[in-house]
């Protein structure tokens, strides 16, 4: 075989090599890939049930029931249009409310989500506790507003 034979078929193996690489990095993206729908798209669209899935709005007010279990809960989430029906089974966070935001994780079966996880959203205005204290103490903090004053750095 000539020198050239062997680098031409170095070559090609090298590309065979990149591009099945390549494929495999895709398939793994595909496999931890979630969407992000509301429930007018998914109402509109088709996805499949084995499919995971995120949706997001506010949950509806009144639409919090609790499973016989204690540990399931059911709930509504709307986006003003069409609302779609969750059930979780797990604790909710902290920040739920009814007419809150929220994002769930999960798949939609026979018109129910069945969600595996629940994120809770806040407005733009939240500040953790920990921080206004801090900031109250610093002398930053606006009383009322909800957020910090601006103070003029210091020149030396």
């Known amino acids: 075989m000539t020198r050239k ?18 494929a495999l990095v895709l398939a793994a993206f595909n496999d931890n890939l979630v969407f992000f ?18 949706i997001g709005g506010l949950v509806e007010t009144n ?23 969750v059930v979780y089974d797990g604790m909710l966070p902290d920040l739920f409310r009814e007419g ?4 769930a994780e999960g798949k939609l079966r026979d018109g129910v989500f069945i969600a595996s ?12 506790p920990e921080v206004a204290d801090a900031l109250k103490k610093a002398g930053r903090w606006q009383e009322g507003s909800g957020k910090p004053t601006a103070v003029p750095a210091r020149v030396p």
Do not use: C, N, W
């Open 117 to 128: 996880s629940v994120l809770a959203k806040h407005d733009e205005k939240y500040m953790p």
């Open 37 to 54: 729908y509301s429930p007018t798209d998914l109402a509109e669209k088709s996805v499949g049930p084995d499919r995971r899935i995120r």
């Open 100 to 103: 809150q935001g929220v994002v």
């Open 5 to 22: 034979r062997r680098r031409l078929i170095t070559l090609l193996a090298a590309l065979f090599a990149l591009g099945a690489a390549t």
């Open 63 to 85: 639409s919090l029931a609790k499973q016989v279990d204690g540990h399931a809960v059911a709930f509504r989430v709307t986006d003003g249009k069409t609302e779609l029906r």
